[in-house]
């Protein structure tokens, strides 16, 4: 297994009822998710919905994690950004904090160039001695990062590791460990003998997901088992239904920031119907 570990759960960020940061709901919310399932957490990603946190709520919720797990769990700290002064910054400050690796995504909107992406990354590596996770989401930045130019980022100090959310490219990398960047990729990185994955859907069910590490032989089963909370997950735009997921099983994150807004009915009973044929809602209301 990684250092980092196998499952690691991109955490929601929890709003108050005025999308204030909850800093009482993120240490729960933190301690829930390593009590099922999740060997670490990614706090600050896309869906920690970092886009709309200010600087300084985006640092305090890396702080408050770090804090409160105090090497019980290891926290990823997502500091990514297209602008790559901006991302050093986040760099030191989470580095300092204590954060045990770093998650930077292709510098998204701007498009570089490879030899841009490359002395992007170069730039943020000077600022950490910690492991750094590239994030190779074209979904999201309008960029791919081929697998041959993650291999030459690869050679570069301190960067140890990359979420591929891309399955077009899935594939192991000379240099970095693999990391599942989308819940239905998960038992085909584990099968490639990757590290594990960066998840959505180990928030509801984090105890099922380990299983499919520690159950080789039980895992295309347990897989085929969660494909209809995989695809609740992805009923809308992430985080909206994993915060709707939570917020039906009690655990009070709030709403999301816009431009993201609440599901809709359509979208909450696509999602409630996955947590029900689960067991999970009625486990909830228990």
């Known amino acids: 297994m990684s250092g980092l570990g196998a499952i690691l759960t991109a955490m929601v960020t929890p709003f108050d009822a005025q999308l204030r940061v909850d800093e009482d709901g993120t240490v729960r919310l933190a301690n829930h998710l390593v009590a099922h399932g999740s060997d670490g957490l990614v706090v600050c990603g896309t869906t920690g919905e970092a886009t709309t946190l200010t600087d300084v709520e985006h640092l305090r919720v890396i702080e408050l994690v770090v804090a409160e797990l105090k090497g019980r769990a290891t926290v990823v700290a997502g500091v990514g950004s297209n602008d790559t002064r901006h991302a050093v910054h986040l760099t030191e400050k989470a580095t300092e904090l204590g954060a045990d690796a770093l ?146 099983l009690g655990h009070a994150v709030g709403g999301l920031r816009l431009p993201l807004v609440e599901a809709d009915e359509h979208e909450l009973a696509i999602v409630r119907r996955a947590l029900e044929s689960h067991g999970l809602l009625a486990t909830a209301s228990a």
């Open 103 to 248: 998650l930077h995504v292709t510098p998204y909107y701007n498009r570089p160039n490879r030899r841009g992406i490359v002395r992007h990354f170069e730039e943020v590596a000077k600022a950490t001695d910690k492991p750094i996770v590239l994030y190779n989401i074209p979904a999201r930045t309008g960029t791919d990062m081929p697998n041959d130019l993650l291999a030459e980022l690869a050679q570069i100090d301190n960067v140890t590791a990359v979420k591929q959310a891309n399955p077009d490219n899935l594939a192991p990398v000379d240099g970095l460990e693999l990391y599942a960047g989308n819940d239905d990729m998960l038992a085909d990185v584990l099968d490639l003998g990757g590290a594990g994955g960066i998840l959505v859907a180990s928030h509801v069910v984090g105890e099922q997901m380990r299983r499919m590490v520690d159950e080789p032989d039980n895992r295309r089963t347990i897989d085929a088992s969660l494909q209809d909370v995989y695809a609740a997950m992805g009923a809308t735009t992430n985080p909206i239904p994993v915060k709707a997921a939570l917020n039906l």
